[in-house]
């Protein structure tokens, strides 16, 4: 029997949106707002800045894992901003069923795109849920403070955290390049580094449920319903 975790394959699109300057206007023109639960601001959910915008979007990935007609389906949508003074993404787990990343910034990034980790292997059990559980309160507490966070803290403790994991997947930042993961994956940012002033810019979408027609299922939960 075939056991998968997962709902979708890791999947990479390049060159996936066909006008991504539309994003890039919007970007300019749209207000960014900051928040604790995660670094640099985030946008309004692009559903309620351009619907139809979204909604080509958002139908276009689910239509990279499923012919079915697509009869519901929820999803968050936001533009992010993420300047250098963060250093680099902290390894986290996404809500929902899966996660797609638009980069977004016109040089490319081979350290700033997204990686994926799994628990080193020295870590066990409690030992590594009780670690996870302080470094998320740190976090917590650094971004609700501007001061912390431009003191390098975010960076220092973004470091540790991380030491906790290994790299398994790394997936360079390119323009209009679009990355699909299950969320429960362990993962994070690379660097938040650029050339220049520019600061790191993707679209990030959460798929919280996806309702096909028929009752069809995402690839790979057809595989595990086909391999029973």
């Not at 979708?8 to 066909?18: A, K, S």
């Not at 139809?52 to 009869?71: F, H, K």
């Not at 650094?142 to 975010?154: H, N, P």
């Not at 959460?206 to 299922?217: C, R, Y």
Request: proline share 4%.
């Amino acid at each position: 029997m075939i056991h998968r975790a997962t709902a979708i394959p890791i999947t990479i699109v390049d060159g996936f949106l066909e006008s991504p300057q539309v994003l890039l206007d919007i970007a300019q023109e749209t207000s960014f707002v900051e928040d604790t639960n995660y670094p640099g601001a985030r946008s309004d959910c692009l559903s309620n800045i351009d619907y139809y915008l979204y909604d080509q979007i958002v139908s276009g990935i689910l239509r990279l894992y499923t012919s079915a007609p697509v009869l519901d389906y929820r999803a968050t949508a936001t533009l992010q901003k993420v300047s250098s003074k963060y250093g680099g993404g902290w390894v986290h787990r996404d809500p929902g069923l899966f996660t797609a990343i638009t980069y977004l910034n016109s040089t490319d990034s081979p350290d700033g795109g997204t990686s994926l980790y799994k628990i080193k292997e020295t870590l066990k059990g409690n030992e590594y849920h009780k670690k996870f559980e302080e470094m998320e309160v740190l976090k917590r507490g650094i971004l609700a403070s501007k001061r912390r966070v431009d003191s390098g803290e975010y960076k220092k403790y973004g470091v540790l955290n991380n030491e906790m994991y290994d790299e398994v997947l790394k997936v360079p930042g390119a323009f209009n390049r679009l990355v699909c993961f299950d969320g429960h994956l362990l993962h994070a940012a690379g660097s938040y580094d650029r050339e220049g002033p520019e600061e790191r810019l993707t679209l990030v979408i959460f798929f919280h449920a996806v309702v096909l027609e028929g009752g069809s299922l995402l690839p790979l939960d057809r595989l595990r319903r086909l391999s029973a």
